[in-house]
């Protein structure tokens, strides 16, 4: 059960199929990517690497990374994709704990991947190779001579998907070849039907979400189109709306409101686009209303981790539409929709998570699916990772509502514990972003003396002016208690972020300390 024969299949059912777009320009065929992806295994064989091996990615979104990806797996080994945007220390501590002699790099990363070489921590493993895919070396590396695709086990790792590391260093979630394969069957059957003239943008990082959605459209021999800045530019992307039809992209909310504000509305009403999926974090409300103002029906939300990835629940595209009866519709926006059909979801106490809570009753998110990684990956247990049990404890804080939908309250070490009482600050920022000058929002504790803590609302405005605190106070006191209004708030036009798009609490919360 190789996740890679879906490369090979395709190519023998659509060879001539466009594989890859650069932009809008066929880059290689169905035929000529399951060639080059047999050629790399060929090289990759030559250069010692064997099944099971670890064979990092560290790539920005480049046309070259999909024959990678599937050279690496058609030889057996296991992909590490690694975001591009990470630090040449946080790149040395993955290649170290992975395991990797070989990495692949463009012309984008080749300098921090060699600075991450040059990091004493890696000292202890064999001389770390690096190939760049923008030189000839690659280039003769896909002229090697080709070899049979290498027959994997179900519950062999596939992907060694690390996470992003905002409380601490990264862990590595194994994936496996049954996992990537139920994910996509999940994708295919509950996001997006996909066709075959169909094609997927890839304006998200390739290393996480969206690379994960390539499995899809290769079973079904659609495309993917890697932009030509290789990665997430607003105006690229209508250029290539006017000119692709059958486009799905994933998007992180803040990518989804950059397009809302970036796309001119032309008339023409964006012919190609087909799917917006968004993720990785929450779309307060009012921003999915704009959201679903300016795209019409055609967003869907999943939540997910990469212990699960991509699938937990998922909120379909009609569910995104108003039936009717306005304070459902916002109900059901406001939460991450139903749980997939492969996957249970649980709300448990954090300490004794046999415990399942009512409907209405916060408490943390609890997964039992055969779509769960197979653990957490240990190099001195030499991949073994450590027991999970039945149930994967996510971290988040959420509750089922009524009609079965789940939401999302905080994560679990993010709650504001004020005077004794828990506050969430979801439900605050759902009622910030509802002014008009509020671009994006975190809400966050503050030590204090007499309270614990005190709520902290942190306002990204973009390039115009600030609202003033008068009127956030203003729609705090409409909405929600007294306890649970900001008592201090802060202004600045773009919030930091991760490498992944998620906005950086811990660093707001250390910079609202020293204030």
């Known amino acids: 059960m190789n996740i890679a024969q879906l490369l090979v299949e395709a190519a023998e059912r659509t060879p001539t199929a466009p594989a890859v777009r650069a932009g809008a320009h066929v880059w290689h065929t169905y035929t000529a990517l399951a060639e080059r992806a047999a050629r790399l295994a060929g090289f990759l064989v030559e250069q010692g690497v064997r099944r099971g091996d670890r064979v990092a990615m560290f790539m920005t979104n480049h046309v070259a990374f999909l024959e990678v990806l599937y050279g690496i797996l058609h030889v057996g080994a296991v992909a590490v994709p690694v975001n591009a945007k990470l630090h040449e220390r946080e790149l040395a501590f993955i290649l170290e704990e992975a395991g990797a ?18 990091q004493s921590s890696l000292s202890g493993l064999a001389p770390l190779k690096f190939m760049d895919v923008d030189t000839q070396s690659y280039a003769a590396a896909v002229r090697s001579d080709p070899v049979a695709l290498c027959p994997r086990d179900a519950d062999d790792l596939a992907w060694l998907f690390f996470t992003s590391g905002t409380t601490g260093r990264p862990k590595g979630a194994m994936l496996t070849h049954r996992n990537l394969l139920l994910m996509t069957v999940s994708y295919l059957t509950e996001v997006d039907a996909v066709a075959a003239n169909d094609c997927i943008l890839h304006a998200a990082p390739l290393s996480h979400g969206s690379g994960m959605y390539n499995f899809a459209h290769v079973a079904v021999g659609a495309a993917q189109v890697i932009p030509d800045s290789h990665g997430f530019d607003p105006a690229e992307i209508g250029t290539l709306l006017g000119s692709l039809r059958g486009v799905s992209m994933f998007a992180a909310p803040t990518m989804v409101q950059r397009l809302v504000a970036g796309l001119a509305d032309d008339g023409t009403g964006l012919p190609g686009l087909k799917l917006i999926v968004y993720g990785g974090g929450p779309m307060l409300v009012d921003q999915a209303l704009r959201a679903i103002n300016r795209f019409g029906p055609r967003l869907a939300q999943i939540y997910g981790q990469g212990e699960c ?16 009866e306005p304070e459902v519709h916002r109900r059901r926006l406001a939460s991450v929709g139903t749980p997939f059909h492969l996957v249970e979801v649980a709300i448990g106490c954090t300490d004794d998570l046999a415990v399942r809570l009512p409907s209405g009753q916060s408490g943390e998110i609890l997964v039992r699916s055969p779509l769960v990684m197979a653990g957490y990956w240990s190099r001195e247990a030499a991949g073994a990772g450590a027991p999970i049990g039945d149930w994967l404890a996510t971290g988040d804080v959420g509750y089922f509502d009524a009609e079965g939908y789940l939401h999302l309250s905080d994560r679990s070490k993010d709650v504001i514990i004020s005077g004794g009482t828990n506050i969430y600050s979801r439900e605050i920022e759902d009622v910030l972003v509802g002014h008009p000058g509020v671009l994006e929002v975190a809400v966050i504790g503050r030590p204090n003396e007499e309270w614990g803590e005190e709520v902290v609302a942190v306002v990204g405005h973009g390039s115009g002016l600030p609202p003033t605190t008068g009127e956030l106070d203003a729609l705090c006191r409409a909405s929600i208690a007294q306890f649970k209004r900001p008592r201090h708030y802060a202004f600045m036009p773009e919030l930091p972020k991760n490498a992944y798009g998620k906005i950086e609490k811990t660093l707001l919360k250390a910079a609202m300390r020293s204030s």
Do not use: K, W, Y
């Open 101 to 118: 002699n070989l990495c692949f790099v463009n012309a984008d990363t080749a300098s921090t991947a060699e600075r991450a070489a040059a």
């Open 309 to 324: 990835p991509m699938t937990i629940t998922r909120l379909q595209r009609e569910r995104h539409l108003d039936s009717g």
